[in-house]
């Protein structure tokens, strides 16, 4: 069953980048680096368990889940969906624990209708919540730990983050995939509204997000009205338009959708979902994709209104996810390549979202309300290096290799006493801010990207 996901799609869909492994059989990193690579991964990951009825400092976990938050120093105290799945596709997390995560997760889920939070405020039908309080009780939206009338509405939004539905099945695939087994997707479960089968559950999730009927692509409405973040990691920006990351999101739940469908002997749907990854692999290029001054170069932008500038993150991920392909895919590449050798995406192995040297506004976004060169406007993040390192492995490996290194020698340079790596969310380019030790998508999310993308030798 594993080697049929295999070849449908990994969690990093590895299938665009079975060609790189072909090209490169040897390990970017020296197996020393690559031991203690994996090493902080583990621990990191560890670091931010709570089991049921355990506490840290003043937060207890009463649910009866075992929980992971985003980081061990309980920068955010509670457990968020898209955090979580970054932790899956290594040797991090059981599928027991996994499959409870599922499960506490569909009792948070809105039931069929809207719910009218307060004027002003929905949460659509069928909504994944942001993130789940250690109570177990569910918050839609950022910037908040309430989970009554008092979450949402500007800066935040009108709807929730547009991220968390497509999460949720790469969770269900996840599962699948470590078991090898249909047998939760085919299960009834239980939700805050009834029971349903999780397959129905997944594909009424996978239609949460407002859509273009003619590209089929994620879309949010007026920033002033509506203001729906595209997704958590740009949960401070503002967008409009056709949505570049939830859009990706959304190309790889419809490939997850389409091989469980496979394996469970629903091969009309698995049809019906490749036919949407296919036509959002045809829309996204052509909605986003922009030449860069060199003709042999490009960029993905982030948005078509609000934020329509090269998306840094969105480009790398989009390379590493198999979402574009083919000239498209190695322009992107390239442009990655000079943006890293150049220093205008990264410093010491992070990456920024937004090139240094974008002109709209200064090596900002367009609008955010998080200050200009801090946390999602222009901190430097590990949590995207994992996608860059692969997508320049594509087409350039000694600046991938020289990439990973770099990051390699970071977190070795920001070592604790207590033998783990200081890990933070993010940091300024000279190190001098930063925030949240141990968070694990810096360390664990790009193990796993690099270890899907066959550039590790020790694969685990």
């Not at 902080?40 to 931010?48: G, T």
């Not at 509405?153 to 929730?160: E, S």
Request: charged residues 20%; contains cysteine.
């Amino acid at each position: 069953m594993e080697h049929q996901a295999a070849k449908l799609i990994g969690f990093g869909l590895i299938l665009f980048l079975a060609g790189s492994c072909a090209m490169a059989p040897r390990p970017l990193l020296a197996p020393s680096d690559e031991a203690f690579f994996h090493e902080q991964a583990r621990r990191i990951v560890d670091s931010a368990a709570l089991a049921p009825g355990q506490s840290s400092g003043p937060w207890r976990n009463t649910t009866s889940f075992k929980m992971h938050v985003p980081g061990g120093n309980m920068g955010y105290p509670a457990y968020w969906v898209r955090d979580s799945v970054m932790m899956l596709g290594g040797d991090f997390i059981t599928s027991a624990e996994l499959e409870g995560w599922i499960r506490m997760i569909c009792r948070t889920l809105v039931g069929p209708g809207d719910r009218q939070v307060r004027p002003g405020v929905v949460v659509p039908a069928y909504a994944v919540p942001d993130h789940i309080n250690l109570d177990g009780t569910p918050t839609f939206y950022p910037g908040y730990y309430e989970s009554e009338d008092k979450q949402g509405g500007a800066p935040w939004g009108k709807y929730p983050p547009l991220d968390d539905h497509f999460y949720f099945v790469a969770a269900v695939y996840e599962h699948w995939r470590m078991t090898g087994s249909t047998r939760l997707f085919d299960s009834m479960v239980k939700t805050s509204f009834n029971e349903m089968k999780l397959s129905a559950l997944c594909e009424k999730v996978f239609v949460v997000a407002p859509v273009d009927p003619e590209t089929g692509l994620v879309v949010a409405g007026d920033i002033e009205t509506e203001n729906a973040k595209d997704w958590g990691f740009c949960d401070n920006e503002f967008k409009s338009g056709r949505l570049l990351f939830p859009s990706l999101l959304k190309y790889e739940a419809a490939i997850e959708l389409a091989a469980m469908f496979e394996a469970s002997g629903d091969p009309a749907r698995a049809r019906r979902y490749r036919q949407d990854a296919a036509g959002l692999q045809h829309s996204i290029p052509a909605q986003f994709f922009h030449a860069a001054q060199n003709p042999d170069e490009g960029w993905l932008h982030s948005a078509t209104g609000i934020g329509n500038q090269p998306d840094v993150w969105g480009s790398a991920f989009a390379v590493w996810s198999g979402a574009v392909r083919g000239g498209t895919a190695r322009k992107v590449a390239r442009a990655l390549v000079r943006a890293f050798r150049d220093g205008t995406a990264v410093s010491r192995g992070c990456v920024r979202q937004i090139l240094t040297t974008d002109p709209l506004n200064h090596g900002a976004w367009e609008k955010s309300f998080a200050p200009a060169g801090e946390y999602q406007n222009g901190g430097y993040w590990g949590t995207a290096t994992g996608w860059y390192i692969a997508a320049l492995a594509t087409v350039d490996r000694p600046a991938a290799a020289d990439m990973a290194r770099d990051y390699i020698a970071f977190l070795k340079r920001n070592m604790r006493p207590d033998g783990m790596t200081q890990s933070w969310e993010w940091c300024s380019a000279d190190g001098a801010k930063n925030a949240n030790p141990l968070y694990v998508a810096t360390v664990a999310l790009p193990y796993v990207c690099m270890k899907r993308a066959g550039l590790l030798g020790q694969l685990r």
